[in-house]
């Protein structure tokens, strides 16, 4: 049996992006300083756990069946807007003056890691497209080789529903120069750029 230190140390390992030595010092930062602290995270953690799951409209994580967001009578329900993870949404939310709906994929596809279509609940998605309240579905995947398998997928199953797809664009950074900007997307943006309107 491992000691409740050692314990302690391994639970903070399930974090993304920390190791071994950063576990430990965690650890040791919050039985050293900051105990209070350490039993508010574990209280806020273990409630949260038992009580958020998935809005069964958007699959955005909720603690009511359907999230707030999908509940709103002020928000565009013409709009659907399609993110790969809860983040992406709130990156967005945050960033811009969208007043649409969303949906949360939890993912992308990746049949290399068994995730396909009914794991990113894309007949859930395909039922509310058949409802015919959306108009446009804005696909807001990451620029990844799978994000744009994904895209490509999402926008066939719109254009199958009579929905008109878009995607978000992709390119130079605003404030950027072009000489630190990486090959691909450079390439990406050359290929994608648009005429210039009065």
């Known amino acids: 049996m491992s000691s409740l230190l050692e314990q302690l140390i391994d639970a903070f ?23 209070e602290g350490g039993l508010r995270l574990s209280q806020a953690l273990s409630e949260a756990v038992a009580k958020i799951g998935h809005c069964v409209r958007c699959r955005d994580f909720s603690e009511t069946e359907v999230c707030t967001t999908c509940a709103s009578a002020s928000r565009d329900a013409h709009q659907l807007c399609v993110v790969e993870t809860p983040a992406d949404r709130l990156a967005i939310e945050q960033a811009t003056g969208y007043r649409g709906l969303y949906f949360v994929l939890q993912g992308r596809l990746s049949p290399l890691d068994g995730i396909g279509p009914r794991e ?37 199953l719109a254009r199958g529903h009579g929905v008109r797809p878009s995607r978000l664009a992709h390119g130079l950074p605003l404030g950027g120069e072009l000489e ?12 994608s750029r648009t005429e210039i309107r009065d």
């Open 13 to 35: 390992r399930v974090l993304p992006g920390v190791g071994q030595k950063s576990a430990q010092r965690m650890a040791y930062h919050v039985l050293e300083r900051e105990r």
């Open 180 to 191: 630190y900007v990486d090959r691909g997307t450079l390439s990406h943006a050359f290929g």
């Open 120 to 156: 990113l609940g894309l007949d859930v998605l395909g039922a509310r497209l058949a409802e015919g309240e959306v108009q446009e579905l804005i696909i807001a995947t990451n620029p990844t080789v799978e994000g744009e398998a994904t895209a490509h997928y999402l926008s066939q």
